[in-house]
């Protein structure tokens, strides 16, 4: 699987996305009823009833009503404006969630794609040192090398194999921990599409005021405090509302008909249609503080959600700040490494031409080999390091782009 076709997979299968997703579907079925809130509610009514009291009656009924506010200090308004808020915060919570998993599935892949390359070299590495522990082997059989000296090549070439093995295994838990991040079903395995060489783009590091520009245009965290500001300033409106008075409009219709019988007697009880309408004004006049306190409470809250937003704001740059300055060191330390790695793999090629001319020891050829390794590990962990720097970017300036 490419990084494009993971990330897609994780969209549609991840669970923590699934549940943003049934958020956003809860947020937006709130918003509809606040909708709702503005029209007026209808019930009707039906009944039949009996009696027995010297003789029996029985009765029938129908009725229709309607009632609808008129006023209540803007109440509905305040909370159909949160609940759009909550409905766009659900949106923005959806997005951060699908930029922090895909933050992970990167991480994730790109450490499968380095060790699938630092298997491929560790197997090169094997064969030179199956082929020195071959004729090393002839070497001490005829006399040309001491023991100690084959031994340590037989050494070596057990190491390397025990290498390649560590690896693989690793490469193994690195599949498991990808496959779990995209949700796949169990006993299912991922085989990454191996990465090209050229994959690195040095250049392609935006200035910092670009990033930062970029991210507050596409980042959800800049909106989401903001939009908890909104939501406490409602609530400070719907406190506020308390203190008003509210009026509604009532009208109902209902029809009653019926008869009662008597000693034999059977008698019809007059039924018609009723129609009223009624205004109802409910003036609040003491409640014992408790509108008092909770508009206090509101107010506070407001305060407190403001300051959360200026230290959010804070957090999200210095973030951006941090991970900028990471991302060029990451750079600078791929451009050292990989000039190191190359100059060490020369030197081992070089070493191993004299080892098997015999100018050199086989101490010196296998310290020469240990410093490669060690310099290829660290060019291989510095230019995976820079491209998942290069990612994270991406993702915080919302470039992170998944093909079809």
Same mark, same amino acid.
């Given at each position: 699987?490419s ?13 923590t996305?699934?549940?943003a997703?049934?958020n ?16 007026p509610?209808?019930n ?20 229709l ?6 006023f209540?200090?803007?109440?509905y ?11 766009q @915060?659900?949106?923005?919570? /959806?997005?951060q969630?699908?930029?922090? $998993?895909a #933050?992970k599935? !990167?991480?994730? *892949? ?5 060790n699938?390359e630092?298997?491929s ?5 094997l ?51 990808l496959r ?7 006993? @299912?395995t991922?085989e990454? /599409?191996?990465?090209s060489n050229?994959? $690195?783009? #040095?250049?392609? !590091?935006?200035? *910092?005021?670009?990033?930062?520009q970029?991210?507050k ?16 300033r409602?609530?400070?409106e719907?406190?506020r ?9 009532n009208a ?12 034999g007697?059977?008698l ?9 309408v ?9 409640d ?8 206090r ?23 951006l ?9 990451a ?15 020369a ?10 001319e ?8 296998l ?7 060690s310099a290829?590990n660290?060019?291989l962990?510095?230019k995976y ?6 990612k994270?970017?991406?993702i915080?300036?919302g ?6």
């Amino acid at each position: 699987m490419s990084l494009d076709s993971c990330l897609r997979y994780a969209y549609s299968h991840n669970i923590t996305l699934q549940n943003a997703q049934l958020n956003r579907e809860s947020a937006e079925a709130a918003l509809s009823g606040a909708k709702m809130n503005f029209l007026p509610a209808l019930n009707a009514s039906a009944s039949q009833g009996w009696a027995w009291n010297e003789g029996r009656s029985h009765s029938t009924s129908y009725g229709l009503n309607g009632s609808l506010t008129l006023f209540d200090g803007l109440s509905y308004v305040r909370n159909y404006q949160q609940a759009k808020l909550s409905q766009q @915060q659900s949106d923005l919570t /959806a997005r951060q969630s699908q930029n922090t $998993v895909a #933050a992970k599935i !990167i991480s994730a *892949y790109l450490t499968i794609v380095m060790n699938e390359e630092k298997l491929s070299y560790q197997q090169e590495v094997l064969e030179t040192t199956r082929q020195q522990q071959s004729e090393g082997e002839l070497k001490f059989r005829v006399g040309k090398i001491l023991e100690s000296d084959y031994r340590l090549l037989e050494a070596n070439y057990l190491s390397a194999q025990a290498e390649i093995e560590n690896t693989r295994l690793t490469i193994d838990n690195n599949r498991r921990e990808l496959r779990d991040l995209m949700c796949m079903p169990a006993g @299912q395995t991922v085989e990454v /599409a191996m990465a090209s060489n050229d994959s $690195v783009d #040095a250049d392609a !590091i935006p200035t *910092y005021n670009e990033l930062l520009q970029a991210s507050k245009e596409s980042m959800p965290d800049w909106e989401l405090g903001r939009l908890e500001v909104e939501k406490a300033r409602c609530n400070v409106e719907l406190a506020r509302a308390s203190f008003l008075p509210s009026l509604s409009l009532n009208a109902g219709m209902s029809y009653n008909n019926g008869e009662q019988n008597l000693n034999g007697t059977t008698l019809a009880i007059d039924g018609g249609l009723n129609k009223s309408v009624s205004l109802g004004l409910n003036i609040p006049l003491f409640d014992r503080g408790s509108t008092v306190t909770k508009f206090r409470q509101s107010k506070l809250s407001l305060r407190q959600a403001e300051l959360n937003y200026q230290q959010d704001t804070i957090d999200i740059e210095a973030t951006l700040h941090k991970q900028y300055n990471e991302t060029l060191q990451a750079l600078n330390s791929f451009r050292k490494t990989k000039t190191m790695s190359e100059a060490y793999h020369a030197s081992y090629d070089v070493y191993k031409l004299k080892y098997k001319e015999g100018a050199i020891t086989t101490v010196e050829m296998l310290q020469q080999q240990d410093k490669y390794l060690s310099a290829l590990n660290e060019y291989l962990m510095s230019k995976y390091t820079f491209i998942l720097a290069q990612k994270q970017l991406e993702i915080y300036m919302g470039k992170l782009k998944v093909e079809n």
